[in-house]
């Protein structure tokens, strides 16, 4: 039972555009959403996160967007660079279960000189 | 100076045998977690203590014991390895249950029944 999904196991792009990475939730408790990026052979590092009384989130090159009545969000990336190529995680969790957070499969993002 | 670490990072061991990993971080977090990453490569939690308290608790076979001796340690010790219990573990800290405070990863225990 995937709460968090994230259909897009990968994606190429080119340095310099938009990497677009979206996640889909199906539990309508969630109310704070989170994006990790992990390397190989490293632990997941925290990137961005949103509250979901907010539709957006800006932090430098990265920006979150969330639409609840579509329970969606995502996570956009401008300029993309080399050094983005990583896997990227989205994950969800809800005040009442405490900081436990729900993951989903992973987006791996290969950004090409 | 590694803010979570964990140890071993490679772990091969046999069917059956008990195994242990640890877990320490330096931030001064109160509340620490542990991970399994399985073969189809979803994080999913295992465990939680908040000030050396059980927190969460997912469904995990009581093979698994956590174990806290203080706060900045989280040990996991598995006993009777099984086959299925090949996976990558990570343990993760955060500073309280807030939304606002993003959990810090380790770098993973790689573990390999044989």
């Known amino acids: 039972d995937q709460q968090v999904k994230q259909n897009s196991p990968s994606l190429s792009v080119q340095e310099g555009r938009i990497s677009i990475l979206n996640c889909d939730y199906t539990?309508?408790?969630?109310?704070?959403f989170l994006w990790y990026k992990k390397y190989p052979a490293e632990g997941p590092t925290f990137l961005i996160s949103?509250?979901?009384?907010?539709d957006k989130n800006e932090d430098g090159r990265f920006t979150v967007f969330l639409n609840k009545s579509a329970k969606h969000l995502s996570l956009h990336i401008v300029p993309s660079q080399p050094g983005d190529s990583a896997v990227y995680f989205c994950a969800a969790k809800y005040g009442a279960a405490g900081n436990k957070l729900t993951f989903g499969g992973g987006t791996r993002v290969l950004v090409k000189p | 100076d590694t803010a979570v670490s964990q140890t071993p990072k490679y772990l091969v061991t046999q069917m059956g045998n008990d195994k242990s990993i640890k877990c320490e971080q330096n931030?001064?977090?109160?509340?620490m977690y542990w991970y399994k990453q399985d073969s189809k490569k979803f994080l999913k939690i295992m465990f939680s203590y908040n000030n050396k308290e059980l927190i969460i608790n997912e469904t995990v076979p009581n093979r698994f014991s956590p174990k806290s001796p203080d706060k900045a340690h989280l040990n996991l010790h598995i006993n009777s390895l099984e086959l299925g219990d090949s996976a990558v573990y990570f343990c993760?800290?955060?500073?309280?249950?807030?939304?606002?405070?993003?959990?810090?990863f380790g770098d993973g225990t790689r573990l390999s029944i044989l």
């Open positions: 931030l001064g977090h109160d509340t």
């Open positions: 993760a800290s955060s500073q309280g249950t807030g939304e606002a405070q993003p959990q810090h």
């Open positions: 539990n309508s408790m969630f109310d704070y």
């Open positions: 949103i509250s979901s009384i907010k």
